[in-house]
């Protein structure tokens, strides 16, 4: 018989759902601005956009995470629609406690609640794929359990499919760029952010990348409390990043310079690059009351590059920094 983790995988029945779900929000959005061209109707390009930012937040999954994504891309869609996209905060409704403990029961057997001392009943916080607990190992250190929603696999796979509805009305709202190589790129990066096993191993390369610069902090991964679809990870405190928005300026200067070290680091030396720009991702730990560096929270959105493309991006830099038309010309 085959297990409840084998019968999640990708099932027909909650694709065809999810088909429902998302068309019959997108649709909906379409026939109206379809309505409004025929019959000479004003559009508001505000109210549109916060149509369609109010459907997508509905949508616990992967279409809001999408369109998180869209609005961080320079031009890919017009200010109004970035404004209201950038909106969606992963702050989907969360999953209450009895479907939690079936969730547990799935990923870590009957006697799940046994392998911890604690695990807190309430999400400390949901996302757009899943949702996180905070618990206590049986050593007492606190732990971060990040644990899927269930059937993300059949919702990623009928949300890519209603992904061309979104471009399409992307289309109709003065493109700016090409998207033909959106829907590929964004398929194949959700598809790995199911994988939790993946985004443990990525956590143990930023580990090593980063291990001794003390301004910059990965949780350990907790290997006998994850499994593809949970993942366990020491707490690590911070603050939010935008709760420096007011702070000094040299505060502010200090978290910026290393989160540039966060991102440029890795892919100048190792052709890797911690891809999700969600806010959330990141949290500040102080010394004292002053910023001292950067906790990096989630690895599910990580690209590779391969060396070449990272010597021709570097080259750029150098050349821009030092306005070296030649090396600039080369690199691209």
Not at 83 to 96: V, Y
């Amino acid at each position: 018989m085959p297990s409840s983790r084998d019968r999640e995988a990708n099932r027909m029945t909650a694709r065809i759902g999810r088909y429902a779900k998302v068309g019959g929000n997108m649709s909906g959005i379409a026939a109206k601005l379809a309505a409004g061209r025929l019959f000479g109707w004003d559009q508001d390009p505000a109210k549109n956009a916060a149509a369609i930012a109010e459907s997508l937040g509905e949508l616990k999954g992967p279409l809001m995470k999408v369109a998180q994504l869209l609005s961080t891309i320079p031009d890919a869609v017009p200010p109004e629609y970035a404004a209201e996209l950038a909106s969606l905060q992963a702050n989907a409704p969360p999953m209450g406690w009895a479907f939690v403990k079936r969730r547990m029961r799935a990923e870590l057997g009957p006697g799940w609640q046994g392998k911890f001392d604690k695990f807190e009943k309430e999400p400390a916080a949901a996302a757009s794929l899943g949702q996180v607990h905070r618990a206590f190992n049986q050593d007492g250190s606190m732990l971060a359990c990040k644990l899927q929603y269930p059937d993300m696999d059949s919702a990623v796979e009928a949300d890519l499919n209603q992904f061309d509805m979104l471009l399409a009305l992307h289309r109709r709202f003065r493109p700016a760029i090409e998207t033909s190589e959106i829907a590929k790129e964004v398929g194949a990066r959700l598809r790995e952010e199911l994988d939790y096993r993946r985004e443990a191993r990525h956590s143990k390369l930023y580990a090593n990348v980063f291990a001794k610069d003390a301004e910059i902090q990965i949780p350990e991964v907790v290997e006998d409390l994850s499994t593809r679809r949970l993942l366990s990870m020491s707490w690590l405190e911070g603050r939010p990043l935008l709760a420096y928005r007011q702070e000094k300026l040299e505060a502010r200067n200090k978290i910026a310079q290393v989160m540039f070290k966060a991102w440029w680091h890795p892919f100048a030396h190792y052709g890797v690059i911690h891809g999700d720009p969600h806010l959330g991702n990141y949290t500040i730990f102080e010394d004292g009351k002053e910023p001292a560096g950067v906790n990096l929270l989630d690895y599910g959105c990580v690209r590779i590059f391969p060396p070449d493309f990272v010597q021709g991006v570097v080259d750029l830099y150098h050349g821009l920094l030092e306005d070296d038309q030649a090396r600039v010309v080369s690199a691209v």
